[in-house]
């Protein structure tokens, strides 16, 4: 019977909650949830709509459509949904058997419990009582342990209203404080605009000043230089008709001919005294544009513009410190400590991780006043995964090499690529129910194109990330690269071809093109600078761009297997392929002739995926940690971490935008719910160089509006010599 009530139990739990069922309902695919719950899901699902469109069943993704609840708010809308009459009979059942069946001892399962021991906290039938709890000091049977916490009801109800209402308190300050920062963004969203609107307006009317003294000075110019060409033009066209007539006419009239030469030579006399003219008063301009320098001076000395100050303070409802507990003035920690205890952690451990001494830095930074924040330094770390899966395996890599340089500790790097989470987005279509995504690529418009194998087609996605149109193929596709904004080239790995496809992002279309065959399977491609790198599992080819055809320039044997992804750099003369796999689990570097530049290899590294060079960064996608790692271009050593937050699960395909700001992650793992297999990945990336970091400053209110002093006499930077 006991065994029959567990196995029965396992089937009575909402799949949300992991409890069991409370009011169960059923949606039109036939899974059940708690109406709490389901609830919740919905309005989730739509709190951000306009307009709401019905929710997906939490468990297979099946739409629930609008149709049902037509004239209902989404809150209103589980309440509509048919109750699982089923499910309820046997829960009450349950209930039932479990209140009035006695309860067996685990220990002794011919004998019902029958007393409670205090001391251990444990139910004990008369046999336990008397062998294991002999020696315990508060054995009493099961009425006086339930009298005496009945007693203590109202205390513990007291004590639970108490908590309840300090919770609230919180959870109120909390949502103040995010719509205070939700408020302070937008206003500092609309100063910058603001900002930049005036900065706008002012070189317009610069410009416009600039303009009219060069067309004043054309049209003062042009008017003597015309009249000099229209002279040119009649002595030209006079004296050519001179020659024409003493040339062909035959004067039988001797003074007549005497006559028309002296014409001639008269006029001649009178044409070159123009023409000496001219020449004597004839003019070269000389026009030269100064820019004014201090404008370029300002904007190259600028660091930002300017600056935005973030400080922690302790709560109104926060508990007054007790002794020993450190104060708000010994917590205080300036920026840059709190960068400089990042960048230079192994100094002070050097045992300490990467990825842990990060970390550290940004929890001291939790509890620290902050002043103007640096991107470089905001980001979000490696976190252990919840809900009973894999914890993210921290990467225990040796940290860069380090320098002394008077009483400053830096790194022996010249930047550092840091990404922050932008967002991720939804790439099914339709009723897909999942997707593999092989293949990404960022246009320089914005747009996104995607190649996903598990539905055999292309993407495409505007820049707000809505879809556009889509291609389908008789084979399921592999990587693609972009060729330009209008074309790119994907991977068909089992028919062993590239397939040029065309974009017109206009009239929102994918059209085919011509068809490149190899000899091998193809599975990542990269292209750049006129030059194409395919990858097939031992082999890079590189090709030629010639016009519309391709001409191989090189076949390059790495002499390993298993690799997965290829990368060129942006002039094309080094490529980098990932390899998987047992023992030798590497990153190789080439020239495109097949010279090995360097490798990189750590034991702790068995599933290098995507790559992408971003400045003089490599970018690695750690697939069985979960992590983006940087290495140096150069040498190939390791640079540190870019990603490791708990929002990346299993990286696999990874590309830059062509400006290199915003990084796209792909994910696919047989482990991963089926949603998150929909989704792709979104960073803002940033790049810090040792000597100028890259930051996010914003100018305050308070601080009035921007000072434009400096290009206040651009006007004046314009010259012209006569």
Request: with cysteine; charged share 25%; glycine share 4%.
């Amino acid at each position: 019977m006991a065994t029959a009530l567990k196995a029965a139990k396992e089937y009575l739990i909402c799949p949300l909650c992991k409890n069991n069922f409370d009011d169960p309902k059923t949606l039109v695919c036939l899974h059940s949830f708690c109406k709490q719950c389901i609830n919740n899901h919905i309005v989730e699902k739509n709190k951000t709509e306009i307009k709401a469109k019905g929710f997906e069943c939490p468990t297979c993704q099946k739409q629930t459509s609008l149709s049902e609840f037509a004239g209902q708010k989404p809150e209103d809308w589980s309440s509509m949904l048919p109750t699982n009459e089923a499910l309820s009979n046997i829960l009450t059942a349950l209930n039932e058997v479990e209140n009035t069946s006695p309860l067996q001892c685990p220990s002794h399962l011919d004998h019902e419990v029958e007393f409670f021991c205090e001391d251990h906290e444990v139910f004990a039938c008369s046999l336990c009582s008397k062998q294991s709890h002999k020696s315990c000091g508060k054995v009493h049977s099961i009425a006086d342990a339930v009298r005496k916490r009945r007693e203590n009801v109202s205390v513990l109800t007291n004590d639970l209203s108490t908590q309840i209402t300090e919770t609230e308190k919180i959870l109120n300050n909390r949502q103040d404080q995010v719509e205070l920062i939700e408020s302070k963004e937008d206003e500092i969203k609309q100063e910058i605009i603001e900002m930049k609107k005036q900065v706008n307006d002012f070189f317009a009317q610069m410009e416009t000043k600039v303009l009219d003294v060069i067309a004043e000075v054309k049209h003062k110019e042009l008017g003597g230089i015309q009249l000099e060409i229209n002279i040119c033009h009649q002595i030209i066209e006079k004296a050519r008709s001179a020659i024409t007539e003493m040339s062909t006419t035959e004067e039988k009239n001797p003074l007549r001919f005497v006559e028309k030469y002296n014409d001639h030579i008269k006029s001649y006399e009178e044409r070159q005294e123009k023409l000496e003219h001219v020449l004597q008063n004839l003019t070269d301009l000389k026009i030269k544009y100064l820019a004014n320098r201090e404008i370029e001076k300002a904007f190259n000395e600028a660091d930002s513009i300017g600056s935005l100050s973030v400080e922690r303070v302790r709560g109104k409802l926060a508990k007054p410190l007790t002794e020993g507990t450190p104060r708000d003035d010994k917590l205080s920690l300036k920026l840059d400590d709190i960068e400089e205890s990042n960048a230079l952690s192994d100094t002070s451990a050097a045992s300490t991780s990467r990825s842990q001494s990060i970390q550290q830095g940004i929890e001291v930074a939790r509890v620290s006043p902050m002043k103007s924040v640096s991107v470089a330094s905001v980001g979000t770390h490696a976190k252990a995964d919840s809900d009973g899966e894999e914890p993210v395996p921290t990467l225990r890599l040796e940290e860069p090499k380090v320098k002394e340089q008077g009483t400053i500790t830096t790194r022996e790097r010249d930047t550092m690529v840091t990404a922050r989470f932008l967002r991720d987005f939804n790439v099914a279509i339709d009723k897909e129910y999942e997707c593999t995504i092989e293949g990404a690529a960022i246009l320089a418009s914005g747009h996104i194109v995607l190649t996903d194998s598990s539905n055999k087609c292309m993407k495409l996605f505007d820049e707000k990330y809505n879809f556009l149109a889509m291609t389908r193929f008789s084979v399921s596709p592999g990587d693609l690269a972009v060729l330009s904004e209008k074309e790119v080239l994907v991977c068909l790995p089992e028919m062993s071809r590239v397939k040029h496809e065309r974009i017109d992002i206009k009239n929102k279309k994918i059209t085919a093109g011509e068809v490149l065959t190899l000899n091998e399977r193809c599975h990542s491609i990269s292209f750049s600078n006129r030059k194409m790198a395919v990858c097939s599992t031992s082999n890079v080819y590189i090709f030629q761009r010639q016009g519309s055809s391709w001409v191989r320039d090189a076949s390059i044997n790495v002499n390993v297997t298993n690799l997965k992804f290829v990368a060129l750099d942006s002039a094309a003369e080094r490529v980098v392929v990932s390899r998987d796999g047992y023992p030798n689990r590497s990153i190789i570097c080439m020239n495109i002739t097949g010279l090995k530049l360097w490798t990189f290899t750590h034991e702790e590294i068995r599933l290098p995926r995507g790559i992408a060079f971003c400045g003089n960064k490599i970018l690695v996608a750690v697939f069985d940690h979960k992590t983006i790692i940087q290495l140096n271009g150069k040498d190939g050593r390791y640079d540190g971490v870019v990603v490791q937050d708990s929002c990346l699960q299993w990286p696999c395909k990874l590309c830059l935008s062509p400006k290199g700001d915003k990084m796209l992650l792909t994910q696919s793992h047989h482990k991963m719910v089926v949603k998150d297999k929909k989704k792709v990945l979104i960073y803002l990336v940033y790049i810090c160089t040792s000597n100028n970091e890259v930051q996010i400053i914003i100018r305050n209110s308070h601080h009035g509006p921007a000072d434009l002093s400096c290009f206040n006499s651009i006007n004046k930077g314009i010259d012209f010599y006569e």
